[in-house]
Every structure is written in C-alpha cells, then in structure tokens.
C-alpha cells in the first residue's frame, strides 16, 4: 500500500539521512517501512533531480542511489509513474495553489492514491493537499 508520497526533496533527504528532513516526515516513512507500506516517489522526481544534476544543485550520484532504491523491492519507496489517472488527478490541485509543475504533479500523485504528500514545499502545504511535514 502506497501510504504518503514523498516530494524531490524528502526523498534525497531521507535517503541521504539529512538533517533537513522534519522528524515528522521521518517518522511516517519510518513507520510505513515498519508496517510493510510503501511511499511513492514520482516519476517525475527522477526527472527533477537530472535537471538538478544539470544545475549542480545535486551530486551526480544522488539520481543512481535513488533508482537504486526504487529497483530495491525491500526499500519503503516505491516508483509511482505519471500516468494518465494521475494526469486527470491534476485537475483537482488548482495551478493557482500549487503552480510549479513537478510539484502539481506530486500532489496529483498523492490525490490518486489517497495520501498525504511529504514535503516542506510552503505552496503545497497550504493548499487543500494533505501534508506530512
């Protein structure tokens, strides 16, 4: 089951352990890894961290160590892939709340499968999407 999904930045930050992720959002991937749940990371967040690459905003390994996990049947993350159900489902989270498209398609992630997004991200946390932060 996919319990929450996690945004570009909570995935790299708790798969690199930092400091940045809230305990908050810590705990409830913790928890879903105890329980035997999965939290999705979106598709488009491997595409986001290429362009971060790019931009030297990342380490170059930060994309292989997440694909690692994603290819590790045993890790709590689980791809989520854009598909067309969660391109429909983008049509419930209002541009004018959440206007910058990877994290539009996150929270439409997150409204597909029913739960909350994990993220700092101050737009998505205050429109009407679920949050864990």
Do not use: C
């Not at 329980?35 to 790019?54: D, F, M, P």
Request: charged share 25%.
């Amino acid at each position: 089951m996919i319990a929450g999904i996690a945004d570009t930045h909570t995935a790299i930050w708790y798969l690199y352990d930092n400091a940045d992720l809230s305990t908050a959002a810590g705990d409830f991937i913790d928890q879903a890894a105890a329980v035997g749940n999965r939290i999705g990371v979106s598709s488009i967040t491997l595409a986001e961290i290429v362009y971060l690459i790019e931009k030297n905003r990342v380490p170059a390994n930060v994309y292989m160590d997440l694909r690692s996990a994603l290819d590790d049947p045993d890790h709590v993350f689980k791809e989520a892939p854009l598909t067309a159900d969660i391109v429909d489902a983008m049509r419930l989270v209002p541009r004018a709340d959440v206007p910058d498209m990877p994290d539009r398609i996150v929270a439409a992630t997150a409204v597909y499968f029913g739960a909350p997004v994990l993220s700092r991200d101050r737009r998505i946390r205050a429109s009407n999407i679920q949050t864990v932060w």
